[in-house]
């Protein structure tokens, strides 16, 4: 295993620029390999799991991790270093404008970060995942898989007849001891007035799995067949590689933003290495690039369909991470209307913000309507979240008669919550789009807890950074909770938080100024990182909440207008 160096003075002086404690020297770098160290014992329990075969890739990984993770501590680092923090700083004369681009960069940034740190998953998944169509004995293992699926198949119906005869397990052909006592505990658990040993959902799911293994082997099968043929656009070609299994685009030169654009939403990535756009060879990738305008063939005719197979519609490839969907108005579906707004892919937030603002100024979206059965105004414009693998999903933004509703559906989604990168993403959606409503449970009279619709910026949101009163007063609570418990109950911290809350929007920026100034006191006596680490945080936030406030300040400044004299 390699460590990549670290610029040790780019992190002293962004650490300088950013916070009020002395930077301890190798402190960065002692951070970046513990991270390495971590990722290197992931690879190591991943090798003795898998067979030898796939340990050179995960070694790759592990090195192309290292790498990229020392490129990007140092350009955050960088970055940091570039404009000071405004408690730091101070706010008289603050560059906004220039803290505003640190903030761009950083944030971009930290998604590539995130991206790094999905190289773990990939480790995680080497020589343990599904059967690739890149794989030349695709086919083979397909069938080997089919065969055992069917096998299964027959034995939970052999099982289930056997027990609806004899109404026992003992002494059934195809069971084990083992498997005699999973089931029978099974059935002792069950909720139904008949149980079976295999429930009907288990034989309809793994029947499923075998109409999709079959349907998946035809496939390959039929592609294995299908002599794939390029075209010359202009400004370049389309080649289809059969031996590395990838729909290859070669411009003569390098294309423009729009081009670039087009390529991505379409499923291409660059690949330096061969100098060329590229994607997995299959059928939906043909059909992506023969509808763009821009691989359009000179003939001016679009390539036959019959090479592109039988797909009509394409489908997007499988990848790690998450897209967002648009349903235009969510009433239509709640109402059964004949013709419900449609659900809209797709996979950049960019695409899926410029369509929601598109639709959000719309009358409709604004329009007085009879409370729904919940009391509240119906939903309307919806903006979702969903994984590229299609198994998760949540909306996340209704749009309720002219406001923004934060959706906390994802709260009750261990994956949605767990993710780093899904808690990134609500947190781009509140800077750049915008909430102004969140329902959540408080604790009512008598300990029930009801649900309330409260201003997104009085909420206490554990879940995201929001820059918001609400989480600063959240995040203070909790800091000095950790320097010197309060032991209060729950009520108690409730209404600490709503009295802190209103001081915030009460005081504006000199009250948020002291409430720094003494959290940055009382960080300097802890003699525990705990404290200092989480007072690092909620620096961050008060500085966003700050920039804010400097920013609607100079946009409402007149502009200076030189004397005579000059």
């Known amino acids: 295993m390699k460590y990549y160096p670290i610029n040790e003075d780019l992190a002293r002086r962004a650490n300088e620029m950013n916070s009020y404690f002395e930077y301890v020297p190798g402190r960065a770098t002692q951070s970046y390999r513990a991270e390495v160290d971590e990722a290197a014992a ?242 939906n990738a043909i059909y992506a690039a023969k509808h763009l305008d821009c691989l359009r063939p000179l003939s001016g005719e679009r390539p036959a369909p019959e090479q592109a197979g039988s797909v009509q519609e394409p489908a997007h490839d499988a990848a790690p991470g998450w897209r967002f969907y648009i349903i235009a108005d969510l009433k239509t579906w709640a109402d059964n209307a004949p013709e419900p707004s449609e659900l809209e892919h797709f996979d950049s937030f960019e695409a899926a913000r410029a369509r929601f603002e598109e639709l959000r100024d719309q009358d409709y979206n604004s329009e007085a309507a009879e409370p729904g059965p919940d009391g509240q105004p119906p939903a309307r414009l919806t903006l979702g979240l969903e994984s590229a693998d299609g198994t998760s999903a949540a909306d996340i933004l209704h749009v309720r008669q002219g406001e923004n509703y934060l959706v906390t559906d994802f709260t009750r989604s261990e994956r949605l919550r767990d993710d780093p990168a899904v808690m990134e993403i609500l947190a781009r959606v509140s800077r750049e789009m915008g909430f102004d409503r969140v329902r959540v449970w408080e604790q ?28 600063i007063a959240a995040r203070y609570y909790e800091f000095l909770d950790l320097c010197h418990p309060f032991q209060w109950d729950e009520a108690q911290r409730q209404s600490w938080i709503r009295e802190t809350v209103q001081r915030i929007l009460r005081e504006g920026e000199e009250g948020i100024v002291h409430m720094a100034l003494f959290a940055a006191g009382t960080a300097v006596a802890q003699s525990d990182m705990a404290p200092r680490k989480l007072f690092d945080e909620l620096r961050q936030e008060l500085d966003e909440y700050l920039e804010q406030g400097l920013d609607a300040v100079q946009k409402q400044k007149p502009p200076r207008r030189k004397s005579r004299e000059r």
Request: aromatic fraction near 8%.
């Open 42 to 283: 992931l690879a190591e329990r991943q090798k003795q799991r898998v067979d030898p075969i796939h340990h050179d890739k995960i070694d790759h990984l592990l090195d192309t991790f290292a790498r990229k993770l020392a490129d990007n501590i140092n350009r955050r680092n960088e970055i940091a270093a570039r404009v000071p923090s405004i408690l730091v700083a101070g706010g008289s004369n603050f560059p906004v404008r220039k803290k505003q681009k640190q903030n761009q960069a950083d944030a971009a940034a930290m998604e590539e970060y995130q991206q790094i740190r999905g190289l773990l998953d990939k480790i995680r998944g080497t020589g343990r995942g599904g059967i690739s169509a890149d794989d030349p004995a695709a086919v083979d293992k397909l069938k080997v898989k089919l065969a055992g699926l069917e096998a299964f198949q027959e034995k939970m119906k052999a099982v289930n007849a056997y027990y609806r005869k004899h109404g026992t397990l003992e002494g059934c052909p195809q069971l084990s001891a083992v498997e005699i006592e999973r089931l029978n505990a099974r059935i002792a658990r069950s909720w139904q007035k008949y149980p079976s040993p295999y429930d009907s959902f288990l034989l309809n799911n793994n029947n499923a799995n075998i109409r999709q293994t079959k349907k998946r082997i035809e496939e390959l099968s039929a592609k294995a067949n299908i002599d794939y043929e390029g075209w010359v656009f202009e400004g370049g070609e389309v080649k289809m590689d059969r031996e590395i299994n990838r729909l290859q685009v070669f411009f003569h030169e390098k294309p423009d933003r729009d081009t670039c654009s087009a390529m991505r939403h379409s499923g291409f990535k660059w690949a330096p290495s061969v100098g060329a756009w590229q994607r997995q060879l299959t059928s």
């Open 444 to 471: 009512g009279d008598g300990g029930r807890h009801i649900l309330s619709t409260i201003p997104f910026a009085e909420w206490d949101n554990p879940w995201f950074p929001s820059a918001t009163p609400g989480r």
